[in-house]
């Protein structure tokens, strides 16, 4: 449902008396059709309404054992274009193991803050697929330098995946898209997602990660804990931006760049650690990101610049893509109705 004036209206549910909470499985969002354009309109609105005060964007809370097997997340946000609040959780357990020994489980409950009725309880995988690389997207739309035509993406995990074709949404100049991963199967999964979205489009998959540096516009890092990969300072373009998801840039490409942009610089501070100095300093943020969507900071301020930025989610774009995405599923009566407060 739209209002008139083009803001997302309340979920209806016939016959929600507020006892039942609606599940919305893995899937059952697996099969919700969304356009990419819709996805980083979605995120960047989030942004906006953030900035201008319309939401609530509280700090995460951690917890993780002492030796760091495990660790969780728990965020708490609300929306104030969609009128939702919501809960999300992130827990990974396995972080020494191999990708496919780890266990990763994540969801969002949302509640409709108009009529204060119960949304919907989902799977945030597909959101954070989604939202992670549309943000990495819009990072770069507003932070490269001028004219830029050469990406190179870092990982083939769920994050690189999406990568360039939401890279192609904002930047359609693109004209030359390179890849390094260690993976066969991420490898071809990026390929097929990228010939989905964009067809005719190729992908160059690089082994020489410094040269493939030294010859990027943009080099967006997406890979795990494990890559071998990472990037020095000295292998960039003096103007390159360098945007950081997970793994794969070195401590050199924050601490010598020119600007640094954060999404949240609190959140970086927490979860950024390891690109800390020998002394454990943290190099300080020039602007955070939604500050300069709103045009209230500034981003890159020399088309010369090298520019770091650091991409980790905040909860309202995580909500605003979720109720999207929930949206889509109850309309198509997609869910399982659970008795929850009966």
Not at 50 to 68: C, E, H, M, Q
Not at 207 to 229: F, K, M, N
Not at 274 to 303: I, K, N, Y
């Amino acid at each position: 449902m739209v209002t008139a004036a083009g803001v997302p209206g309340p979920v209806v549910v016939p016959g929600d008396d507020g006892t039942e909470l609606r599940i919305l499985s893995t899937s059952d969002l697996a099969g919700v059709d969304i356009a990419l354009p819709d996805v980083v309109d979605v995120v960047e609105q989030a942004y906006r309404t953030l900035a201008a005060g319309g939401s609530d964007n509280p700090r995460k809370l951690s917890v993780t054992p002492a030796d760091g097997h495990s660790v969780a997340y728990a965020m708490l946000g609300r929306d104030g274009t969609r009128d939702v609040v919501a809960v999300k959780t992130s827990y990974k357990h396995g972080l020494r193991e191999d990708r496919d020994r780890q266990h990763y489980y994540t969801t969002l409950t949302l509640y409709d803050d108009r009529s204060g009725l119960p949304i919907a309880l989902m799977d945030c995988g597909r959101v954070g697929a989604l939202r992670t690389p549309a943000v990495s997207a819009l990072l770069a739309r507003e932070l490269a330098a001028p004219g830029s035509r050469s990406a190179l993406v870092i990982g083939t995990g769920t994050q690189g995946r999406l990568a360039l074709p939401l890279l192609l949404t904002t930047m359609p100049d693109l004209d030359r898209l390179m890849l390094c991963g260690s993976h066969p199967d991420g490898i071809r999964a990026v390929r097929e997602q990228l010939h989905t979205c964009f067809p005719g489009r190729e992908v160059e998959v690089v082994t020489d990660a410094r040269a493939a540096a030294g010859s990027a516009d943009i080099v967006l890092a997406t890979a795990g804990p494990h890559t071998s990969v990472s990037v020095e300072a000295d292998w960039l373009k003096p103007s390159a931006l360098c945007v950081l998801v997970g793994y794969g840039l070195a401590p050199s490409t924050l601490r010598r760049a020119d600007r640094v942009i954060a999404t949240s610089a609190a959140q970086m501070r927490v979860t950024g650690t390891d690109m800390a100095d020998a002394r454990g300093r943290m190099r300080d943020v020039d602007a955070e990101f939604p500050e300069v969507l709103a045009g209230r900071a500034s981003g890159r301020t020399d088309a010369g610049q090298s520019v770091f930025a650091y991409n980790s989610g905040l909860v309202v774009t995580d909500i605003a893509l979720g109720h999207r995405l929930a949206r889509l599923a109850l309309d198509q009566g997609l869910g399982t109705a659970v008795s929850l407060w009966r």
